[in-house]
């Protein structure tokens, strides 16, 4: 499992498969012979400037920038019309999905999801909050605490997404996103307090842990994602791509520590 984001295993392929209509991967460490450098060369000259890791940064922000705009909005909103969070949350979700599957980079969907995502945050932001004063900063603290403690782990080597790795993630991956259905179900019949398996006792607060730690590994795979699509040459249009992976990993990460975070403060 390269990413957790199908966009990022869409475009950034891995030990030389094929890279989403851009043909074989080149690897930052084999040797280059002039036929690979001569298809590098025609590669970049169709597909305009190599996406770089400065890219992914810049639209990265960008797209925090109106995740944030769509937040206070949120904010705003939710309090007359709490609906708008959900009905934000289903429009998310479908840009999402169209995102990720569309064969052709689509930077206004992306744009539009983050803005969709953000109200939906911000409302969910809010009733976290009035139940649970100061739990929303919190959260924040954590999520970019997390991101630059797996950013330093990932660039100083600790940390690599290895075959070994992914194997392990894919299955953590598969058996929490099982667990999560379940309990959503068992939520509506009042199982945990209409929290499902999350409120009940020690079971929730392990699997809050889970949530948050694999949110958290699940950034590794999505730096490794970027790092193979800037070594493939990869235009710079799909520095998009990248970012929204980032952005996807980072949303998911502070909701589950919302989440963690509420049941903490309900033991106290």
């Known amino acids: 499992m390269e990413s957790r984001n199908p966009v990022l295993n869409r475009e950034f392929g891995r030990d030389g498969q094929a890279y989403a209509g851009f043909g074989p991967a080149p690897t930052a460490t084999a040797g280059v012979d002039a036929v690979t450098l001569e298809e590098m060369y025609r590669r970049q000259s169709t597909t305009g400037q190599p996406m770089t890791v400065d890219d992914v940064v810049v639209k990265t922000g960008m797209l925090f920038v109106l995740l944030l705009f769509g937040a206070v909005?949120?904010?705003?909103?939710?309090?007359?019309?709490?609906?708008?969070?959900?009905?934000?949350?289903?429009?998310?979700?479908?840009?999402?999905?169209?995102?990720s599957f569309k064969r052709v980079t689509s930077p206004p969907l992306i744009?539009?999801?983050?803005?969709?995502?953000?109200?939906?945050?911000?409302?969910?932001s809010r009733f976290f909050q009035e139940a649970y004063p100061?739990?929303?900063?919190?959260?924040?603290?954590?999520?970019?605490?997390?991101?630059?403690?797996?950013?330093?782990?990932?660039?100083?080597?600790?940390?690599?997404?290895?075959?070994?790795?992914?194997?392990?993630?894919?299955?953590?991956?598969?058996?929490?996103?099982?667990?999560?259905?379940v309990s959503l179900v068992s939520a509506f019949f009042g199982v945990g307090g209409g929290w499902g398996f999350y409120g009940v006792g020690g079971l929730g607060l392990l699997l809050c842990v889970a949530g948050v730690a694999l949110a958290s590994f699940s950034l590794v795979l999505d730096f490794d994602a970027i790092e193979q699509g800037v070594a493939a040459g990869l235009p710079e249009k799909e520095s998009w791509l990248g970012?929204?992976?980032?952005?996807?990993?980072?949303?998911?990460?502070?909701?589950?520590?919302?989440?963690?975070?509420a049941i903490l403060q309900g033991r106290e």
Not at 77 to 96: D, N, Q, R, T, Y
């Open 134 to 181: 100061g739990i929303v900063l919190q959260a924040v603290i954590g999520t970019f605490t997390a991101f630059g403690v797996m950013l330093v782990l990932y660039k100083t080597g600790l940390l690599r997404a290895t075959p070994r790795f992914r194997k392990m993630m894919m299955i953590a991956m598969f058996s929490y996103l099982g667990i999560a259905l």
């Open 243 to 261: 970012a929204f992976g980032l952005v996807v990993t980072l949303v998911w990460l502070y909701l589950e520590l919302l989440r963690l975070l």
């Open 73 to 99: 909005a949120g904010w705003q909103i939710v309090g007359s019309l709490p609906w708008v969070a959900w009905a934000s949350l289903a429009v998310a979700f479908v840009l999402g999905m169209v995102v």
């Open 111 to 124: 744009m539009a999801y983050a803005l969709f995502e953000g109200v939906f945050v911000g409302g969910i």
